[in-house]
């Protein structure tokens, strides 16, 4: 039982592992100049140089990141839950948000730059944008796939609207309601990133910009990095929180 469960984890390590091991013969063996890739003992050098102040900018992209997701969770399983309450504000409001969703996010960066300035709010606004969809989106569908005899039950049991949705439909719908947070870790960090492109004065995105100037690949190695470790443990509390609410509740049942 202990090796089924530790056998997909000891297959990702290894295979994290190998990519590092082919990182340092490709840089090696190539012998790759250090401003185009650096190796991974020059990357990890990277980390304890003060003047990137990692932790300040770490905290920043950080916060934009799971600030912005935690935006896009409550707005889109709140439109989701009045889109199945009103058929005709669904229908008046779906097409809208899609066509707004249509907007490259690029191209909204100025105009949040312009409406808000520089800072933590507008690249969490950013993330909030790119995310919010995926889970309006699979969440709306797992609502309306709860079956009708148990809705029918509660309502001639006199059961409120809020007491239907916490639970007859949130219970049945978190499969897909995970299915669009998984989504959505992804593509907040890719907002929150892109926001710090366009426009910010601190953050690990903003870091990157600063040392492509003077071609320090290693530092830009390290943001890398440390982004994709952010996007994980993202993605990874996603899993976990996925694994306590529907597993749990699979096994329960």
Known sequence: MYRARLGPYTLGIAAHLLLLLAWYLFVRIGEVPKFVMPSPGDTLHALFQPNYD????????????????????VVGVALALLFTWSKTLEALMLPLLVTLNMIPKVALGPLIIVWFK??????????????????????????????????DLVRSLRGSRWQL?????????????????????????????????????????????????????????????????????????????????????????
């Open 54 to 73: 990692w932790g300040r900018n770490i905290a920043v992209t950080g916060t934009e990141i799971f600030g912005g997701y935690a935006l896009a969770l």
């Open 118 to 151: 520089y800072g933590v709010f507008p690249n969490s606004l950013m993330a909030f944008a790119i995310a919010v969809f995926p889970i309006l989106l699979t969440t709306a569908r797992g609502l309306r796939e709860v079956e009708p005899e148990l809705l």
């Open 165 to 253: 949705f916490v639970k007859i439909q949130l219970p049945g719908a978190l499969p897909y309601v995970f299915a669009g947070m998984k989504v959505a870790a992804i593509l907040a960090v890719a907002g929150a990133i892109v926001g710090e492109f366009l426009g910010s004065d601190k953050g690990l995105g903003y870091l990157m910009l600063q040392v492509q100037v003077t071609l320090d690949t290693p530092a830009m190695f390290m943001a890398v990095i440390l982004i994709t470790l952010l996007g994980m443990l993202l993605y990874g509390l996603v899993l976990l929180l996925e694994r306590w609410l529907v597993v749990k509740d699979a096994r329960v049942s």
